[in-house]
């Protein structure tokens, strides 16, 4: 919870400039003494430079801005002034440097701060739909298996003996084909585009809170703590993008709450050698039960392996409401795992990292998604379907609507008129998921019925239409002009639904 407000006062000495510590370059510390300004698009082996201390801009603080205290600012502390930018996005992960990509190839000046240092661990399966192809092309990314990526056909589904696969739909809007990537690796490359397009990106930059007009109550910038050593600098900006993940420090400081009438999911996963580390499809099975019910139960989720290409696959479990459920997660995948099909190669000594896990946050479940100069996305606006646990597309969808509304907003004249213009952002979010994901609520509560999922999904699996329409929803690939009637009838279920 934010502290008690605490004045910055006037910066002393250079302001943005020589600051003394390390300077870290392609995520290598150096000794470097003398912190210098980084050009736009300026690379060292592929890699964005990226300093520690000053990141340009000669603009201090202004005085009589606050800063909300407790963890970020001590009493008595001083913050060192860090410059200022057009806009600043906080975090580095697919929304976030999907937004500072797109906002930086206007020309506009984009500050993208990054706690940790890249690449850094995610939980994820890895496992990308065409939608996030589309966004990956859309920036100008090379999705080719030369560039590394491993290309997939489709989604098998999987129940008991019975499995059924389904190609991606070859659409005007998407391609017919999905991707796999490590996380780590995927990030690092997304917040490289946004540096090569001339985003300045800061690693060990730790926001701790937003600098606040003390009279409007709007943000101004951000505190945060650089380094190893954490020293206090602020960022100033007219306009701050909250990509900071579900825990989103700085979207509770401008109290956006979650919505506790929104399903909270969970995803663990881990790592094995296997020799179907190529699969061509990626794999959901949705026979997921509880191993310490003693009425085994099916819970209301699935779990997956996705072949990496590289000799391991990535095989986890995500749950979409875990509101009634009592877990152990790490376990449930452990006994998962063993019951795996021999041919699979699954051994405990065949895993290769530990199993980690995530909360999902989901169905746009903190809001509002703009007020007093910040807009959240991805993880931090809950843009995780709650019908598949989807995250990574409606992240980098929500980054590029935040950033395409923001270029809009800065070309206004008047105060007004950029204020007009950022509140269009959660209406666009609106009109893009709200149907979709009330779809998909509707999807989790019946999945959350056990009597319900035990029947529907011994029948899913011997009625392959009916289990087509499932897929077809699940990961919204429709076409709105389309000819085909089922095209039709689900973008215009996506459109009806109730999506308060």
């Known amino acids: 919870m934010p502290g008690p407000e605490q004045t910055v006062p006037e910066p002393t000495g250079e302001a943005g400039g020589q600051q003394t510590g390390g300077q870290q370059t392609g995520g290598q510390e150096t000794d470097g003494r003398q912190a210098h300004e980084r050009r736009p698009g300026t690379t060292r082996d592929g890699v964005p430079v990226r300093p520690e201390g000053s990141v340009g801009g000669e603009r201090p603080v202004r005085a009589g801005a606050t800063v909300r205290a ?32 797109h906002l930086a ?42 560039a590394g990526w491993l290309h997939n056909r489709g989604l098998r589904l999987v129940s008991g003996r019975r499995s059924l696969e389904f190609d991606w739909p070859e659409l005007s809007a998407f391609p017919g084909f ?9 990030d690092e490359l997304l917040a490289r585009k946004a540096a090569s397009a001339g985003a300045r990106v800061v690693e060990r930059a730790n926001v701790t809170g937003p600098l606040l007009d003390e009279r409007t109550g709007r943000i101004t910038g951000v505190t945060a703590r650089l380094g190893e050593e954490r020293r206090p600098v602020a960022y100033r900006a007219p306009i701050v993008v909250a990509a900071d993940g579900n825990s989103t420090r700085l ?42 019910d003693p009425a085994r139960r099916l819970l209301p989720g699935y779990a997956w392996v996705f072949g990496m290409g590289d000799g391991t696959a990535n095989v986890g479990l995500g749950v979409l409401d875990t509101a009634k459920a009592e877990v152990d997660w790490r376990e449930l995948l452990r006994r998962w795992c063993d019951g795996l099909p021999p041919e699979y190669g699954y051994t405990p000594d065949g895993v290769t990292e530990p199993i980690r896990g995530a909360a999902l946050p989901m ?10 100069g910040l807009l959240l996305v991805g993880d931090a606006g809950g843009t995780v379907s709650p019908g598949t ?55 989790a509560e019946l999945l959350g019925r056990p009597k319900l999922l035990g029947t529907a999904g011994a029948a899913g699996l011997g009625h392959p239409a009916l289990l087509k329409v499932a897929f077809r929803l699940m990961v919204n690939l429709t076409e709105p002009n389309s000819k085909d009637a089922l095209d039709r009838l689900l973008h215009l279920l996506g459109r009806v639904a109730p999506g308060k």
Request: proline share 4%; glycine share 10%; charged share 25%.
């Open 178 to 186: 999905g991707l796999v990537r490590r996380r780590a690796d995927f």
């Open 251 to 292: 979207s509770v400081a401008m109290k956006r709450y979650r919505r506790t009438d929104r399903a909270m999911g969970v995803a663990y996963r881990t790592y094995f050698t296997t020799p179907r580390h190529d699969d061509r499809y990626l794999e959901a099975w949705l026979d997921l039960r509880s191993p310490t």
């Open 105 to 146: 190839r206007t020309g506009l000046d984009v500050l993208l701060l990054e706690k940790s240092v890249l690449p850094r661990e995610k939980v994820c399966g890895d496992g990308l739909t065409p939608r996030v192809v589309k966004q990956l092309t859309d920036l100008g990314i090379d999705v080719s298996e030369e």
């Open 389 to 443: 646990g989807e995250g990574i597309a409606y992240a980098m969808e929500s980054g590029r609507y935040a950033a395409e509304t923001i270029v809009q907003a800065l070309a206004r004249r008047t105060d007004r008129g950029r204020e007009l213009a950022l509140r269009a952002y959660p209406q666009a979010l609106r009109s893009a998921y709200a149907g979709y994901f009330a779809l998909g609520r509707l999807a």
């Open 363 to 372: 169905g746009l479940n903190r809001q509002p998604h703009y007020a007093d």
């Open 70 to 101: 407790g963890e970020s600012v001590k009493a008595g502390e001083t913050v060192q002034a860090g410059g200022s930018a057009d806009v600043i996005v906080v975090g580095a992960g697919p929304a976030g440097s999907t937004a500072a990509a």
